[in-house]
């Protein structure tokens, strides 16, 4: 019987994969079946853990540098990995970064960075990638890392900027999804709650915050409690959804 929920020998690329969500993912997606595109802007790290994947897989596993908030960098890093891949199935627009600053103090470059990363970052290689499906003519499907910051505002940490340029990534996912769905291009996002990646990890003094603002009886979540969400998008089992956002975040935005 046919595996609905099978990835194998699908090809894409995921960004922000050389650490962290992105690593997991390239991993998971690797030991499913897939091959990968490690995208990054850390080409010795990306490097390094492409090379660890395929090893650890026997998949196709290779590194691009690239700065998604620079067009020139995402078409070229799009171009070098159809030289190497030859097709694209799917894209995950992972790469993101998060800074804790006052709304009052922080400067307007600083404020435009992480909105240029996550946001404006994440339309430049959905679109890369959805310009090669369209021409294709196969569809595929383009998953975007949002976050629970994305619907709700996190405390105590400030982070306007990061709350709307997630807000932004969900609001971009449902309008690409209606532009693009005559191309048999799906286009949905995931948003994580706390994930206790290395750098997570590290804000120790926050866990007991998180903790208190979670239902009683639920936790912090590790990267592989997501990884299902991107397997479930890029799969055939979810050929009807698109415009969707799959909120993982153990029960943290129902209180
Ligand atoms: N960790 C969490 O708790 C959490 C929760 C919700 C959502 N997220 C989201 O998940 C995604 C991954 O988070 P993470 O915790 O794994 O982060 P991370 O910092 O561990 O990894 C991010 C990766 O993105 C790369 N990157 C940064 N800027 C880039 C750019 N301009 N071009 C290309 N690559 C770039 C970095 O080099 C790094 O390898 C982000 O979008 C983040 O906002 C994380």
């Not at 960075?113 to 959805?130: E, I, P, S, Y």
């Not at 397997?231 to 029960?251: E, M, P, Q, R, W």
């Amino acid at each position: 019987m046919k595996n609905i929920f099978s990835i194998e020998g699908k090809k894409g690329f995921i960004t922000g994969a050389a650490q962290g969500i992105g690593k997991e993912l390239a991993t998971a997606f690797a030991e499913h079946g897939a091959d990968v595109a490690i995208v990054d802007m850390n080409l010795e790290l990306a490097t390094q853990t492409a090379k660890e994947i395929a090893d650890k897989t026997g998949r196709l596993v290779k590194a691009y540098q690239c700065n998604i908030t620079c067009d020139d960098s995402v078409n070229k890093m799009m171009a070098d990995y159809l030289v190497d891949f030859g097709t694209i199935d799917y894209c995950i627009n992972n790469a993101g970064i998060a800074t804790f600053d006052s709304a009052m103090d922080i400067s307007a470059s600083d404020f435009k960075k992480v909105v240029d990363v996550d946001l404006n970052g994440t339309f430049l290689t959905a679109r890369a990638a959805a310009r090669v499906m369209r021409d294709q003519g196969k569809g595929g499907s383009i998953v975007s890392t949002a976050s629970m910051s994305g619907s709700l505002v996190n405390v105590p940490q400030t982070i306007a900027n990061y709350c709307a340029a997630k807000a932004g990534v969900i609001q971009l996912t449902k309008a690409l999804a209606v532009e693009w769905v005559k191309y048999g291009i799906r286009v949905n996002c995931v948003s994580p709650g706390y994930m206790l990646t290395d750098l997570v990890a590290a804000l120790g003094d926050m866990h007991p915050i998180w903790l208190s603002k979670l239902p009683e009886g639920s936790r912090l979540g590790y990267p592989e409690d997501i990884l299902a969400a991107y397997i479930y998008f890029v799969c055939d089992a979810s050929k009807y959804a698109t415009g969707s956002d799959l909120i993982v975040d153990g029960g943290y935005n129902c209180l």
